[in-house]
């Protein structure tokens, strides 16, 4: 007897129950599929394409490719019955098997995909929802963070947060620049890529207008819902007013930023002991410095450049979070324009190191009497020798008031013979920065007339004939610096004939008083012009004061107080519209403004108001230095801009302070996110989901994976 061979072939049946299981669940994950994700979401749903995965352990069991060896056996009559146990036996083991390693993949698959469970409030978001970063840019976001600046930290937040969302979600980029560019709907990718050419050279914004601009840009683009992300060091200043009306449909997202370095040493601002500025007369500039730190700072530096050339050094001790003012004291050698450099060294933090200012100091002057019936021959003899003065006089009625603006100093009496356009000329003449001297009209004994409401109410109605005199000189007031070595306790002031009443307030300054208590000749400040009121005429039978040695002093001083030109500087993103002062009424309103320090340049908008010319900076100087303003090739006007000092105070809000103003304000604030690190993808998840399902397919494919390791080990055939 021989055996022919022995092997086993896989039984028929078990492979149809193989074909039926996987069949069976094909059919269950197509009509239960929605069912079991009506409420289940993915964040990776492309991760879902993992699941054909699952054919590798079927096509496994399906096709036994085990090789056979044939054994030859004496008799196998008494193995058929074992054959037959043993493979109802096997079909269940591979059965068992088969549907954990099938469990498994799925849920290593599902865990990838991150289910969850959303909130209420999210199944309820509409699809009009936008997407809306705000990145604040400002220059207190270039100190350290943990990856580079905090801008760069508060970036890769952002990358993350852009991540977060499908491909399908609408964004919108919102900087302190507010640039057109970035404010539009944008996919992912777009996102990411105007996120990577932000950069911190932005002035600051109010917190107020980052609000008003995303309630605007949803209702731009008809979004019923939106979400706005703030990815700010959230300085305290920003924060000073709240008054935007809140919107339920938009939901903000805190995720602040701090850094280690919180001491700042800078300068704060700058200005003249003296408007006054001539050739070869000293210069005092006072710097204003402040100390943001918790230590005290001792012989800190501070010089005064003009074209790389040091004109005035100093040094000071600031005490910690207190100010110091350092007076810087030079002489000019030239007219023109004067640009200069106040500079000091305070490390890391340095965009507020430098701070430029520009004078106009004037080659000559133009002085213009306007009278009524014939001119004033003191005002002849004092300006028409001299070649620093170009002097003209007008009649009241014959002239033209678009010239007005070319005078530094122009003498007008309080005349009936005014006309309403005169009038109103000369107001806004002040206004644009002129110096204007009102006296008594000649032959009036009463005021009828008057000027502007703003200026009428500094001269009485009736004339005064008590005889006085002069009899106190305000020599401490600006308008006296450098005009008096010293005044005598015993000089001869001149005597006073006749005189109108003139009625200090709180906007006007007494320069000179009467015996009697009354003021002889007072400074007022009407926009950024000066106006000189004087209670006499200039004619002898008033007063003596043209006879007298005060005479000159006084009107060549009132001549150089109303030299033109524009401020000593301005903040970038905080002076918005600048006048241009003194233009002449032949320039073309057709402006452009370059750099001295780099290429760039550009075409403002302007607006006329009478005799001042406003110009429209908006946020676009790039770096702070000094900007020409020219007609066609001629320079109009020299200008010097700074960053914001809002920046420089090293005072932020926390996110929980943050928080609470805005809650306090009615804002549907979600929640505070931590930021700077590499969760703010994780915190961003655990808030907008109620709670994420990834760790239970973790931990089911881990128990799959026991019990076939199990069933392989200790299940016998």
């Not at 079991?36 to 492309?46: G, K, R």
């Not at 085990?66 to 036996?89: C, G, M, P, W």
């Not at 996110?655 to 590499?678: I, M, R, W, Y």
Request: hydrophobic share 45%; aromatic share 12%; net charge negative.
């Amino acid at each position: 007897m021989f055996i022919n061979g022995l092997f086993f072939e896989p039984a028929t049946e078990y492979l149809s129950d193989e074909e039926t299981l996987l069949s069976v669940l094909i059919v269950n994950l197509s009509t239960s599929k929605k069912a079991f994700f009506v409420t289940m979401e993915f964040l990776n749903p492309q991760m879902l394409y993992g699941l054909f995965a699952l054919a590798i352990p079927v096509v496994v069991h399906l096709f036994n490719f085990r090789r056979h060896k044939l054994v030859y056996f004496s008799d196998i009559t008494l193995l058929e019955n074992l054959k037959q146990q043993t493979a109802r036996t096997n079909k269940l083991k591979h059965l068992l098997v088969l549907l954990l390693r099938l469990l498994a993949i799925a849920a290593l698959v599902l865990a990838f995909a991150r289910p969850y469970f959303p909130s209420e409030s999210n199944m309820q978001q509409s699809e009009n929802e936008i997407v809306m970063l705000y990145l604040d840019n400002s220059t207190s976001m270039q100190s350290a963070g943990i990856y580079g600046a905090l801008l760069d930290d508060a970036r890769k937040s952002a990358f993350e947060i852009v991540n977060f969302f499908g491909p399908d979600k609408q964004f919108i980029l919102l900087t302190n620049s507010f640039s057109l560019r970035q404010e539009r709907p944008m996919n992912r990718d777009e996102m990411k890529q105007q996120l990577a050419y932000v950069m911190p050279d932005a002035p600051p914004v109010e917190a107020d207008e980052i609000f008003r601009r995303a309630k605007s840009l949803a209702a731009k683009f008809e979004q019923s819902k939106s979400r706005l992300f703030l990815f700010s060091d959230f300085q305290r200043s920003s924060f000073n007013t709240l008054n935007t009306e809140p919107d339920s449909s938009l939901s903000l997202y805190l995720l602040p930023f701090s850094s280690g370095l919180r001491s700042n040493v800078f300068i704060d601002s700058c200005w003249l002991e003296s408007p006054v500025v001539q050739v070869d007369m000293p210069v005092v500039l006072n710097v204003r410095l402040k100390n943001h730190a918790d230590e005290g700072l001792k012989g800190l530096a501070v010089s005064l450049e003009n074209e790389n050339k040091t004109l005035a050094v100093s040094n000071t001790d600031i005490d910690a979070w207190g100010e110091n003012r350092v007076s810087l004291s030079f002489v000019p050698e030239t007219s023109g324009n004067f640009r200069a450099n106040v500079r000091i060294s305070d490390y890391p933090i340095v965009f507020d190191d430098n701070y430029f200012v520009n004078l106009n100091i004037a080659s000559s002057l133009r002085v213009l009497e306007l009278f009524e019936d014939s001119p004033d021959q003191s005002l002849e003899y004092l300006f028409a020798e001299d070649t620093l003065f170009n002097f003209d006089r007008r009649n009241v009625l014959q002239f033209d008031i678009q010239s007005l603006s070319q005078y530094n100093l122009v003498i007008a009496p309080y005349s009936e013979k005014l006309s309403e356009g005169l009038k109103l000329a000369l107001t806004a003449y002040a206004d644009a920065g002129g110096a204007l001297l009102l006296h008594a009209p000649l032959l009036a004994s009463s005021l009828t007339a008057s000027l502007d409401p703003a200026l009428e109410t500094q001269i009485g109605t009736f004339a005064d004939t008590a005889s006085t005199r002069l009899n106190m000189i305000t020599d401490e007031h600006p308008f006296f610096k450098n005009v008096f070595t010293k005044v005598p306790t015993n000089v001869d002031l001149p005597t006073v004939n006749k005189y109108f009443a003139l009625k200090s307030t709180t906007s006007a300054a007494v320069l000179i008083n009467m015996l009697n208590g009354n003021p002889f000749l007072m400074l007022q400040d009407v926009g950024q012009g000066s106006v000189f009121h004087l209670a006499v005429n200039l004619n002898e039978r008033w007063s003596g004061l043209t006879e007298s040695s005060l005479f000159a002093p006084l009107l060549v001083r009132m001549a150089f107080w109303g030299t033109g030109g524009n401020a000593l500087a301005y903040e970038i993103g905080i002076d918005r519209r600048i006048p241009l002062k003194m233009k002449p009424s032949s320039i073309d309103d057709v402006l452009n403004i370059k750099s001295l320090s780099s290429g760039f340049e550009f075409i403002p908008a302007t607006e006329r108001r009478g005799q001042q010319l406003l110009i429209s900076m908006a946020d676009q100087l790039p770096e702070p230095g000094f900007y020409g303003i020219y007609n066609a090739d001629n320079l109009v006007s020299m200008t010097a801009w700074n960053e914001s000092r809002r920046e420089s105070e090293m005072v932020f809000l926390s996110g929980d302070e943050v928080a609470e103003k805005l809650s306090d304000k009615g804002f549907n604030l979600v929640k505070t996110l931590s930021s700077g690190q590499s969760d703010a993808y994780g915190s961003l998840s655990d808030e907008l989901q109620e709670a994420t399902q990834w760790w239970w397919f973790i931990l089911a494919a881990l128990v799959f994976l026991i019990a076939e390791t199990l069933i392989l080990r200790f299940w016998k055939s």
